[in-house]
C-alpha cells in the first residue's frame, strides 16, 4: 500500500479531485488552505500574497501509482501548474 500526497494551488484542487475520481481512487482527504513558502513563492493567504496550496491525501493500492503520477504530469503540462506529489510505502492501515 501506498501513501499519495498531492499539494496543489488550491485554485486547482477540484480538477485533481476530478481526475482522481475518474480513476478509481476509492477515496481521499483534503487540508485545504495550506501556507508556506517555496519554489513557487510564497502562499500565505494575505492580501500581499493571497495564494494558498490544498494537500490531499490518499491511501492505495502499489499498483494504481503509475497511473496516477503519468495523470499528475500530464494535468500539470495541460495547465501550467505546479503539482507536487509524494508517496510513501505505508505498513498498516488499522480500521
Request: charged content about 25%.
Amino acid at each position: 500500500m501506498k501513501l499519495l500526497m498531492i499539494i496543489v494551488d488550491e485554485t486547482h484542487k477540484e480538477e485533481v479531485e476530478t481526475f482522481l475520481r475518474r480513476s478509481g481512487v476509492p477515496g481521499f482527504t483534503e487540508i485545504p488552505h495550506l501556507l508556506g513558502s517555496g519554489a513557487t513563492g510564497p502562499r500565505l493567504g494575505s492580501s500581499a500574497f493571497p495564494k494558498t496550496s490544498a494537500l490531499i491525501l490518499s491511501i492505495l493500492e502499489d499498483g494504481m501509482v503509475p497511473r496516477l503520477r503519468d495523470g499528475i504530469r500530464e494535468f500539470c503540462a495541460s495547465c501550467g501548474e505546479r503539482a507536487k506529489m509524494v508517496v510513501l510505502g505505508v505498513e498498516e492501515v488499522l480500521t
